[in-house]
């Protein structure tokens, strides 16, 4: 009877078989198509290695970087909230080409009042306008801010023609700059400090109506060299707003005139101390200096206090010198407490430090230096040890910015001294992310004008695992919490982002100024990928392994993305093009679901002739199906296999066998598109639980579906994709077999109404 079948079925195949091939004589055959693999490796998006950078991802033997050192004379005039220098610029060509000028960023001509920044985007009209943004939108006039450039001369004192475009400067030289040669310069200038708590200036002033000071943080304040390197020659990206910084190395001495009464810090080692301290401050200083567990006061909230009622009209000079440091910044006030901590690093004292006014307080004076001191440690075991030998958070309103050794930071309490556990949390991981930028971009300089997730991205990460870090060791700081409420890094929190309007999403590989959320684009899904390569991906232990190589082959030099995803593959031997291409060039998504299981058993039908060695299998929908031989041996139900055990099997090996009772076959799909590890949860009638993660290769050469074969001497109850969401799947609704029933938001509304 089985014969029959069998022929039968041959004779109907071949009969269909002649219809096809029918029709297909008259098919028009498909055309070809370009490679579209996932999987597919990454040579036609990175350039070709070369001298300059190696395959590896590591700096060539070639590899150069230009040099430019400072030394500036900077007046602050506090009464009008106006700056004046005069800097001395020596620039050193280690490129093998000759310069016949050179490129400066004029970042503060981003506030002039013909800024063409204020024109890059469309505008409505807003029939319901909040009061101030009214008024500063259609009746104050605009702020005159930008630079005023008195002079640009030679060291001979001989004026240098110039050309300003917009936020870019271009110096003519007399002769080309030879490969290997230096040529110093000098530039006066001065400009309108802007009130940074407007349109969130990154530098400028906050003006404290109530006593009428300004606390000052100043950055970008001076004419800056642009990078020349061998990726794009000049960095010739102007600065719209969004796009941070790319900037040479080199070597800085600053003198800073500010009021006598005024307390300041920045970039670089204090030259003259003694000049600018009182007794009572050394005194401070020198016990904060061997202080490894809490902050010392070098001046007191009652000093700061009794400071702000005072207006000097004489002047100190704050010497400070920097090595090997790509930007400067500093910070200065009369209203400003202050406080120092020595952290021990890798054999050496680095201090921590905290600059904010009593509007700060308590909060500051209770977690900013802790979190200082905890950044620094946190990512030194990630990276390196921090070379610098300070790292400064200043308070400053609705702030968030970073420059070496310094940076300011939001989070004010309430006047009365109180505040939200959302306040506490904003400041701590505001902290621990600029401070953090020490490492990336300020030590490992990515270029933030084009890549912002470089700088952005990978601080985020680094942030994440600090805060988690944070939390650990300061318990009592996040109770009644069991872990830091990171904004973000899991993989759930990225999901709104990923699973969001196509047409407003960009690939992580944007340049910061054309992405639509720049949040979540250059911050929360790089962090996120991150996060997944580590935990879930590649693994701790390697991935780290690999992510401290990038971090020390990139110390104090410039790499591209490329040189990232290379060295992270080189130090892992770990193939992750698909990874980039997936998380880092593409805006698929990471969605998978159970698509369809089917259930077989081991049919008890004999099985002759030719098909006589074979294990006859089944599905449930099949009318071949017996529902009684569920759970039963397949052994006992195929006299094939029974055969084959006795005659290839010893008795103990025959006693020692459990076997399958029940097979699955189970197809997983990939709606999103994005590859992933398949993690799964498989849950069994005995209650047993077992998990498997397949590796992302399952969906190499189908990215929409795969099937995969279970077997198990239990019945199978459950099957859960992605049960701890390591993945960030956007839609778990398809997750589950049986497909769970999902709660509306509405539904648990009415369920938390009936509970109350």
């Known amino acids: 009877m089985i014969r029959i079948k069998y022929a039968f079925a041959s004779v109907l195949y071949l009969f269909v078989a002649v219809g096809f091939a029918q029709d297909e004589i008259t098919k028009e055959k498909e055309p070809g198509h370009y490679n579209q693999s996932k999987f597919k490796q990454l040579y036609e998006e990175f350039s070709t290695p070369n001298t300059y950078r190696s395959a590896s991802g590591a700096p060539g033997p070639d590899y150069y970087q230009q040099q430019a050192d400072y030394v500036m004379n900077i007046r602050l005039d506090d009464k009008n909230a106006k700056i004046f220098g005069e800097e001395t610029i020596t620039y050193t060509n280690n490129s093998p080409d000759d310069l016949g000028y050179l490129w400066l960023q004029l970042d503060q001509n981003i506030r002039t009042k013909d800024s063409k920044a204020a024109l890059k985007n469309g505008s409505n009209i807003k029939e319901l306008e909040d009061t101030e943004d009214f008024v500063q939108k259609y009746i104050t006039e605009s702020f005159d801010g930008g630079f005023n450039i008195e002079y640009i001369k030679d060291a001979s004192g001989k004026a240098l023609p110039y050309t300003i475009n917009f936020t870019m400067m271009r110096v003519d030289l007399p002769t080309p700059l030879k490969s290997g040669d230096k040529y110093s310069f000098n530039v006066k200038w001065n400009y309108n400090i802007p009130d940074h708590t407007v349109n969130r200036a990154r530098s400028g002033y906050e003006y404290f109506k109530e006593d009428g000071n300004r606390a000052y943080v100043i950055a970008q304040f001076f004419p800056r060299m642009a990078v020349y390197n061998d990726v794009e020659g000049w960095q010739n990206h102007q600065f719209w707003g969004n796009g941070e910084f790319a900037l040479p190395f080199g070597n800085y001495e600053v003198n800073i005139t500010v009021p006598a009464d005024h307390i300041l810090d920045g970039t670089g080692?204090?030259?003259?101390?003694k000049d600018v301290y009182s007794k009572e401050m050394m005194s401070r200083y020198e016990q904060a200096k061997k202080s490894y567990d809490k902050p010392v006061i070098i001046v007191t909230q009652a000093e700061a206090e009794a400071a702000e009622k005072g207006f000097s009209d004489k002047t100190k000079t704050w010497k400070l010198k920097a090595e090997n440091v790509r930007d400067f910044g500093f910070a200065t006030s009369r209203k400003f407490i202050w406080d120092m901590q020595a952290v021990k690093l890798g054999g050496k004292d680095i201090m921590a430090v905290s600059m904010y006014p009593k509007e700060g307080n308590p909060l500051w004076e209770e977690y900013s230096t802790k979190a200082v001191a905890h950044t620094l440690k946190s990512y030194s075991s990630h990276t390196f040890d921090y070379p610098y030998p300070k790292a400064i958070s200043v308070h400053a309103k609705n702030q968030g910015m970073e420059y070496p050794m310094i940076c300011w930071n939001y989070g004010r309490p309430n006047?009365?001294?109180?505040?939200?556990?959302?306040?506490k949390y904003g400041m701590i991981s505001v902290i621990i992310h600029e401070v953090g930028h020490n490492f990336f971009p300020m030590i490992v300089n990515s270029d933030e004008?084009?890549?912002?997730?470089?700088?952005?991205?990978?601080d985020t990460f680094m942030q994440y695992m600090a805060e988690q870090e944070f939390g650990e060791a300061y318990p009592a700081a996040i109770a009644p919490n069991d872990k830091y409420p990171s904004r973000r890094g899991d993989p759930s929190k990225i999901v709104p982002y990923m699973s969001g309007d196509q047409s407003t999403i960009s690939p992580i590989m944007s340049n910061p100024e054309n992405v639509f959320q720049l949040g979540a684009n250059a911050y929360g899904k790089p962090a996120t990928a991150l996060n997944i390569l580590r935990e879930t991906v590649m693994g701790r232990e390697v991935f780290d392994h690999a992510f401290k190589t990038y971090s020390r082959r990139w110390m104090f030099k410039h790499p591209t993305p490329e040189d990232f995803f290379r060295t992270m593959e080189d130090a892992s031997a770990v193939d992750l093009d698909w990874y980039w291409r997936g998380w880092f060039y593409t805006t698929d998504y990471v969605d998978m679901g159970v698509k369809n299981i089917k259930k077989f058993q081991v049919a008890r039908k004999p099985v002759t002739g030719d098909l006589m060695s074979k294990v006859f299998l089944v599905s449930s929908d099949s009318e071949s199906y017996d529902p009684a031989l569920e759970g039963v041996n397949p052994s006992e139900t195929s006299k094939t296999l029974k055969e084959f055990m006795m005659d290839n099997m010893t008795e103990?090996?025959?006693a020692a066998v459990k076997e399958p009772k029940y097979f699955y076959e189970i197809t997983y799909n990939s709606p999103g598109g994005l590859p992933m590890p398949l993690i799964v949860e498989y849950t069994y009638a005995d209650g047993s639980v077992k998990n498997v993660t397949y590796p992302p290769e399952i969906w190499r050469k189908n990215s929409k579906e795969v099937s995969m074969v279970l077997s198990s001497?239990?019945?199978l109850t459950?099957?859960?994709?992605?049960?701890?969401?390591?993945t960030a799947d956007i839609d778990t609704t398809n997750n589950s077999w049986p497909k769970k029933k999902q709660t509306s938001d509405f539904d648990k509304m009415k369920e938390e109404i009936k509970g109350k």
Do not use: C, F, H
Not at 415 to 423: E, I, V
Not at 449 to 457: C, N
């Open 449 to 458: 004008r084009q890549w912002g997730w470089m700088d952005e991205g990978l």
């Open 415 to 423: 006047k009365d001294g109180s505040y939200s556990d959302r306040t």
């Open 652 to 654: 103990a090996e025959r």
């Open 718 to 726: 459950g099957v859960n994709i992605d049960p701890k969401m390591e």
């Open 269 to 273: 080692v204090l030259q003259n101390r």
């Open 713 to 715: 001497t239990s019945e």
